[in-house]
């Protein structure tokens, strides 16, 4: 034990607070909904609404996979797929999401499971 190596735990504190404003952006969804409504896409209120439920949704399912994956894999790893699959979503949401079932697909569901991957970490490392 005298051999390993200490993280300062300040830092874990920071990097948690920076992965869960991060993850936030899917409590923001009220932001994109506005231009959810107008020309190009002209989704109507329901179908913004079902994105966010379906994200919601995909996080919960997901964050119980990813808190069991967490023993396994460990908390580094896990973050960074999750940043980069929900990254990933909202980026391919962007490029491809011109139809409803494209949103759904890349916000409401890759993005999602994005979350989930990566929420469970500061959670339970700052615990």
Known sequence: MANEKVINRWLVVVGAVLIQL??????????????????????TTPQTQAIF??????FA????????????????PLAV??????????ILGGLFGNSFIM????????GGAGIGLAYVVPIAVGM
Not at 23 to 40: H, M, Q
Not at 81 to 90: E, K, N, S
Request: proline content about 3%.
């Open 61 to 76: 399912l997901v964050m119980i996979f990813a808190g069991i994956q967490m023993k396994k894999v460990g908390p580094q």
């Open 22 to 43: 991060a993850l936030g952006a899917l409590y923001a969804w009220s932001v994109f909904t506005k231009a959810l409504k107008e020309a190009p896409y002209n989704f």
């Open 81 to 90: 797929a999750g940043g980069l699959v929900f990254g990933g979503g909202y």
């Open 103 to 110: 949103q759904l697909m890349c916000i409401g569901i890759i």
């Open 53 to 58: 439920s379906a994200g919601l949704f995909i």
